[in-house]
């Protein structure tokens, strides 16, 4: 059974930041086989993990909070195996597709944050192009009429990159242009959120290539660092 602190946000941002990849693989495998024991377990080996609480009695109950915590190690999962290094998200499309099921299920507000990763996950097989480019076309239309604040700039310069690559693997070049310029902008409003080699590290692909791969030596980008640094320099002064 994997520590208490596992499924929160804190972990999961010690897996990214601190996590070298035999770590990472090890929280891996360590989450998945503790899914399986609450998939699979009994009611006696759950209620012995913790997922069932003292007022959980009727079948409907359990089967309730057995779902939403599952839920929970799916979306932990998911995010394991984006922030891995090397990045496994395409080993994440079963998990996710639970979430995006379990959230229709719950209804509520929408959130498209598992929409988009599922999008990443399986935009680079070919028999799924279309399905991502689906995906990715109305989840960015719902996040971009509503916001998402949960998602964040880091996740939607990551999945909007994502979406330029294949739209242009599929020849629609004009409309890659528009996502990539999307991006461009973003960094030239916001020059001093995101240090240079983690903004490259989210939006470039040295196995696909394209323009975002030189992201940093942009015209707009230069300027916009240029001038941010000097702003910081005359504010020391």
């Given at each position: 059974?994997?520590?208490?602190?596992?499924?929160?946000?804190?972990?999961?941002?010690?897996?990214?930041?601190?996590?070298?990849?035999?770590?990472?693989?090890?929280?891996?495998?360590?989450?998945?086989?503790?899914?399986?024991?609450?998939?699979?377990?009994?009611?006696?080996?759950?209620?012995?993990?913790?997922?069932?609480?003292p007022?959980?009695?009727?079948?409907?109950?359990?089967?309730?909070?057995?779902?939403?915590?599952l839920n929970?190690?799916?979306?932990?999962?998911?995010?394991?195996?984006?922030?891995?290094?090397?990045?496994?998200?395409?080993?994440?499309e079963?998990?996710?597709?639970?979430?995006?099921?379990?959230a229709?299920?719950?209804?509520?507000?929408?959130?498209?944050?598992?929409e988009?990763?599922l999008?990443?996950?399986?935009q680079?097989?070919?028999?799924?192009?279309?399905?991502?480019?689906?995906?990715?076309?109305?989840?960015?239309?719902?996040?971009?009429?509503?916001?998402?604040?949960?998602?964040?700039?880091?996740?939607?310069?990551?999945?909007?990159?994502?979406?330029?690559?294949?739209?242009?693997?599929?020849?629609?070049?004009e409309?890659?242009?528009?996502?990539?310029?999307?991006?461009?902008?973003?960094?030239?409003?916001?020059?001093?959120?995101?240090p240079?080699?983690?903004?490259?590290?989210?939006?470039?692909?040295?196995?696909?290539?394209?323009p975002?791969?030189?992201?940093?030596?942009?015209?707009?980008?230069?300027a916009?660092?240029?001038?941010?640094?000097?702003?910081?320099?005359a504010?020391?002064?």
């Open positions: 059974m994997p520590p208490k602190h596992f499924l929160t946000s804190n972990f999961r941002v010690a897996f990214e930041e601190y996590f070298n990849p035999e770590q990472q693989r090890n929280a891996v495998n360590t989450l998945q086989g503790h899914i399986a024991e609450v998939r699979d377990g009994s009611e006696e080996q759950r209620r012995e993990l913790g997922v069932l609480k007022q959980d009695k009727s079948p409907e109950q359990i089967e309730q909070r057995v779902a939403a915590y929970k190690c799916y979306w932990q999962l998911s995010q394991f195996y984006r922030y891995s290094n090397p990045c496994r998200i395409s080993e994440a079963p998990y996710l597709r639970e979430v995006i099921r379990y229709k299920v719950k209804g509520g507000k929408r959130d498209v944050t598992p988009l990763y999008a990443v996950a399986i680079r097989v070919p028999e799924r192009e279309q399905e991502a480019l689906a995906l990715f076309v109305d989840a960015f239309g719902d996040l971009d009429t509503n916001g998402a604040p949960a998602f964040g700039p880091r996740s939607e310069l990551w999945a909007r990159a994502h979406w330029a690559r294949l739209l242009r693997r599929v020849e629609r070049v409309e890659a242009q528009v996502q990539e310029q999307i991006i461009v902008d973003w960094v030239v409003g916001h020059p001093m959120v995101l240079p080699q983690k903004l490259k590290a989210l939006v470039s692909d040295d196995a696909d290539g394209g975002l791969n030189n992201v940093l030596e942009h015209p707009e980008v230069l916009a660092f240029q001038a941010a640094k000097e702003k910081k320099d504010a020391r002064v």
